[in-house]
């Protein structure tokens, strides 16, 4: 593997940002932003189960824009139930059947709240979900890299270099930054190796921005024990050579959780884990140059995220840019399930998502597992417990990207990290995911 010893700066976790070459040569590839539409989920999806007994009220508050929204409830057995938006009634038992969904027009402050009170009945449950139409340019551009957290980078570089890894930059940053600490909800600062990691050389987006935090920084979480965790469970590559591949890695000690299996939707794939247990899968593709004595990796071709509503989830990377898709719902046993693990049957539901022309090509893949289902959350921040838990985007403009999401009601992890001309900055997605987004800044 050539080691670039490089004093170049990249904005990558922890790193000296301004004046960023990798940047430059993005933002001159970078397609034309538009504003995209979305109808975002600004509270809920909540199922409020009837218990027998005295009525029962449940409140709650939101953020949204000045506006109208909707109120859409679904009555599974149900034939009353009070609801209050901002103090102001908007569903009285007249307004059920029984049974189907219930769409009532709303009119949304920045700052909401909901009662729900439903009846003291043994059966029934009732769905509430609030939704607006919002539209925004927020200028994403292309994916930089996700970030993945290690106990040993000596072991982790190892690790890159029998995948075949053939670009790196090493050491890539300052060990301290009290600025980008702060950005990811340290209090203060934070002790790190930082290491980025590319198939190309020099390295190019995407790559892996791969952290070791060190003394009392370091968080001891493992990372994801199954792939059906709320949260980013692992990253997709994709090789010419799968079953070369596989008995390759075996040969150097990788670890494996099945044979690779064939998916209903006819893709072959596998999953491996690193030296911390952070899955990996391969798919295998026909791009390339064919079968090597060694590894054959050819791109990264996804991010994966589980989330717990597919809707919620579509609609907010839609605001984000990613207005191309196509459908990832997969059902199976067997072969296919013990492949991710599993003894009985999976089904998940699941779009790929994408950021459309003139991008890297990567998407995320967003899967809403239904079974086996596992509610756990995502892990809160800081981001320094073990495995894959942050993502990168870069923007034209991170001055006016970070307006446009607070507007928006998005709550932002900490303040602004990196110098005064270049910044990174992290968001929530609907899952408690962390989106950073870096760019340029403009005050």
Known sequence: MTRIK?????PAL????AGSALFVGLLALAPGASANEANLTRFGPEIYEL???KPTTYSATFR????????VLQ??????AWIKVNGRSVVEPKDFKGNGEVVVPLNLNQENTIEVSVPGRPIGALGVRV?????????LMRQGYFGLNTTDMKRQRAFYDTLGFIGEIYPAGPET?????QALGFP??????????SLEDPPTAPFVDTVQFRSNSYREEPPYANLNRIGMAYATYSTTDLDGDVAYLQSKGVEFISAPAKAPNGERFVFLKDQDGTFLKLIETAEGDGPTPGPDLVRLVNTNMNVADLQRSREFYRLLGFTESEPGSQAGSGDFAAAHGFDGPIEFEGEDVSLGDGTDGATIQLRQWKSPYDDAPSYPPPVNHLGIDRINFYVKDLTSTIKTMNELGYEQLGPIGGSPEFGIVFFYDPDGIKVQLAGPRTE
Not at 14 to 17: A, I, K, P, Q, Y
Not at 75 to 80: C, E, K, L, R, T
Request: no cysteine.
């Open 64 to 71: 949204a824009i000045d506006g109208p929204a909707k109120l």
């Open 177 to 181: 930054s009290t600025t980008f600490a």
């Open 131 to 139: 939704t607006q139409v919002t539209q925004a340019n927020l200028g």
């Open 75 to 80: 009555d599974n057995g149900i034939d009353n």
């Open 6 to 10: 490089s004093s170049r700066t990249f």
């Open 14 to 17: 922890g790193l000296r940002t």
């Open 188 to 197: 203060e600062d934070y002790l790190i190796h930082v290491s980025l990691h």
């Open 51 to 53: 218990v027998q007994g």
